[in-house]
T-cell receptor, first 109, second 115 residues
């Protein structure tokens, strides 16, 4: 099993739609989880951390299921500006992070 | 906000040249990292450093070395550039000496082409 696995997409959705991405990770000892966003030819930027209890930031909701080693990101009311690649990120060792290959989202008018 | 600055946005070098990629962060972070990103392969860790003069190999250190003489600066060195090192290189930093609870902050990347 790969360290972090994501569906590469692309996910094509219309503006206003709700879209969900999933990610699985292999290391049951992992304790830090994040979603990053990466625009084309730009650096990854932190979108949100993922907490055990789940957390929300505006239109974005992240969930963690430790038993299934599964992380999700839900985007409500999609905007054109949400078009990007979303990277699932999990800590590997003490302070290193492992990045998934990303899920591409394309939001159309 | 933490700022991570990479010295060059685009770089073209010849095969066999020694190449230096520089990265500077301004928030006194202990940890610094070098990744490369290639289509279909994602981000792969080359080297990282927990402190000045310390370095640890990542997943793909072959053909690379690093230098951390000052806390704010982490340099990636391609000893003899080859065409398969053509890639986007990303530097990152993070605070603390434990779990990266705040994630990493990345520089804007250096797109290196080796011809």
């Amino acid at each position: 099993r790969k360290e972090v696995e994501q569906d590469p997409g692309p996910f094509n959705v219309p503006e206003g739609a709700t879209v969900a991405f999933n990610c699985t990770y292999s290391n049951s000892a992992s304790q830090s989880f994040f979603w990053y966003r990466q625009d084309c030819r730009k650096e990854p930027k932190l979108l949100m951390s993922v907490y055990s209890s789940g957390n929300e930031d505006g239109r974005f909701t992240a969930q963690l299921n430790r038993a299934s080693q599964y992380i999700s990101l839900l985007i409500r009311d999609s905007k054109l500006s949400d078009s990007a690649t979303y990277l699932c990120v999990v800590n590997r060792g003490y302070s290193t992070l492992t990045f998934g290959k990303g899920t591409m989202l394309l939001v159309s008018p | 906000d933490v700022k991570v600055t990479q010295s060059s946005r685009y770089l073209v070098k010849r095969t066999g040249e020694k190449v230096f990629l520089e990265c500077v962060q301004d928030m006194d972070h202990e940890n610094m990292f070098w990744y490369r990103q290639d289509p279909g392969l994602g981000l792969r860790l080359i080297y990282f450093s927990y402190d000045v003069k310390m370095k640890e190999k990542g997943d793909i250190p072959e053909g690379y070395s690093v230098s951390r003489e000052k806390k704010e600066r982490f340099s990636l060195i391609l000893e003899s550039a080859s065409t398969n090192q053509t890639s986007m290189y990303l530097c990152a930093s993070s605070a603390g000496d434990g779990l990266p609870i705040y994630g990493y902050t990345f520089g804007s990347g250096t797109r290196l082409t080796v011809v």
